[in-house]
């Protein structure tokens, strides 16, 4: 069925010579809000080529439709109002280094504010659209070790509390087990000269990486081998699951954490072991933060989800020539209600 309406052009005293406004669609648009609505749906749930191909109509227009839609759903709403706990990451969307800021807030488990690149300048833009007064009542920042995020955080919003994402924590851990597990096998192999043990050291890695209530009975064995052939290297393990134990403890008692953090600090400066005297000092110069997530419980999870899902539009599209796109289906999806397909009521809670 075809419908035709006229949309006759007025003389506004105003705008001058323009089409008169009708209720079923945009100014300047060639659809309907219905047809708008459906390629934004479209648009949230599959890639833009597939929109495009069953809405008979070209990709860039449902980009052009997505900015609108957007654009509508936005209009009168300030994302950047009222921020209180807000987290900060950068994510890669290409190949070559090509990485895009996002900011969400903890409060809304929404996206508030993207942008192309990552660094001191493009954090710097995102505290200028905050501005001064409503980045004074920030009061949790949460952010991985990035010291161009440190810098900027206490340059722009020194009385916010920031709060070290644990997970990048017990990463740096692994990474030193890692190194020291590298360091093992080369001693096996080059000083002592026996490979059997070598090749054992070099195929025990994914026992030394699995937290300790998750080992299969073969990942135990090798744990229970590394303790009596290489007692350095299980001395290292020790150490990434008692850090790893830390963070578990202060979702129960945070204070007893508190101590528990002094108590492997101390260990780790007196293990011998390179790697871990390094983390040790790694974690000395950023204690505050790590301090500030084991009182406030907060952490980088919902932006690494975000971060997730950012990688699966990616995936979805099959890769994108420009960050404006990734980040228009971003706003789309992730920074506030999801369209829905037209005469459906939204999902209610």
Not at 162 to 181: G, I, K, Q, Y
Not at 199 to 223: I, P, Y
Request: with cysteine; charged share 25%; proline share 4%.
């Amino acid at each position: 069925m075809f419908l035709e309406a006229d949309a006759p052009r007025v003389a506004c005293p105003r705008h001058g010579p323009t089409v008169a406004a009708v209720p079923w669609a945009r100014h300047n648009a060639g659809h309907t809000l219905a047809f708008d609505q459906q390629a934004a749906w479209m648009a949230a749930e599959c890639s833009k080529s597939a929109a495009a191909e069953l809405l008979r109509c070209t990709w860039r227009t449902v980009g052009r439709i997505v900015e609108r839609y957007t654009a509508d759903r936005d209009r009168g709403a300030d994302r950047l109002a009222g921020l209180r706990r807000i987290g900060i990451d950068e994510i890669s969307y290409r190949k070559g280094h090509r990485y895009m800021t996002v900011v969400v807030d903890h409060d809304t488990a929404r996206v508030v504010w993207m942008a192309d690149g990552h660094g001191t300048d493009v954090l710097t833009r995102f505290f200028d659209e905050l501005g001064e007064v409503r980045a004074a009542r920030l009061t949790h920042i949460s952010a991985d070790g990035a010291a161009w995020i440190a810098q900027v955080t206490a340059d722009r919003a020194p009385r916010a509390l920031r709060v070290m994402d644990p997970f990048h924590v017990v990463a740096w851990a692994t990474e030193a087990l890692n190194t020291e597990r590298r360091a093992s096998w080369n001693r096996a192999r080059r000083e002592l000269g026996d490979r059997q043990a070598a090749r054992a050291l070099k195929d025990s890695r994914f026992a030394l990486w699995k937290n300790a209530e998750d080992l299969t009975d073969r990942q135990a064995a090798e744990l229970t081998w590394i303790a009596a052939t290489d007692p350095r290297l299980h001395r290292a393990w020790r150490l990434k699951e008692a850090l790893r134990a830390v963070f578990a403890l202060s979702k129960r008692r945070p204070t007893a954490a508190l101590k528990a953090l002094d108590a492997w600090i101390s260990w780790a400066r007196r293990c011998r072991i390179p790697a871990f005297i390094d983390l040790q000092r790694k974690i000395v110069r950023h204690y505050d933060a790590i301090r500030s997530a084991l009182i406030t419980g907060l952490s980088n999870g919902l932006i690494e989800s975000t971060d997730t899902k950012t990688r699966l539009i990616i995936r979805r599209g099959f890769g994108f020539h420009s960050a404006d796109a990734v980040i228009a289906l971003v706003m789309l999806t992730l920074a506030g209600p999801r369209p829905t397909l037209p005469g459906r009521q939204p999902p209610t809670a």
